[in-house]
Nanobody, 119 residues
Framework: QVQLVESGGGLVQAGGSLRLSCAAS????????MSWFRQAPGKEREFVAS????????YYAESVKGRFTISRDNAKNTGYLQMNSLKPEDTAVYYC????????????WGQGTQVTVSS
């Protein structure tokens, strides 16, 4: 079992920045791909960004490319999402997810952290 706890959310003005953290416990995070998703009110949860186990490969949703950066520090068992140039449409609950990259591998979710961007 992997327990994930997100932090770093809050209220920020448009154009501002936030850095989300996802702290893992229970198992070492280095065995899992990490990703961030978000869910706005009345909308489905959507993919934001992902990073491979060794941090060598990253992927981003088109809507956040060039503004968000995903990273991880396996020594600290923590993942990050740096969010710059925030827009009101980035307002959502942000969730981190850890997935073991194997067929049928388990996936774990955090409880989410609220990000609100005011115009």
């Amino acid at each position: 079992q992997v327990q994930l706890v997100e932090s770093g959310g809050g209220l920020v003005q448009a154009g501002g920045s936030l850095r989300l953290s996802c702290a893992a416990s229970g198992r070492t995070l280095s065995g899992y791909d990490m990703s961030w998703f978000r869910q706005a009110p009345g909308k489905e949860r959507e993919f934001v960004a992902s990073v491979s186990r060794d941090g060598g490969s990253t992927y981003y949703a088109e809507s956040v490319k060039g503004r968000f950066t995903i990273s991880r520090d396996n020594a600290k068992n923590t993942g990050y999402l740096q969010m710059n140039s925030l827009k009101p449409e980035d307002t959502a609950v942000y969730y981190c997810k850890a997935t073991r990259p194997a067929p049928g591998g388990p996936a774990y979710w955090g409880q989410g952290t609220q990000v609100t961007v005011s115009s």
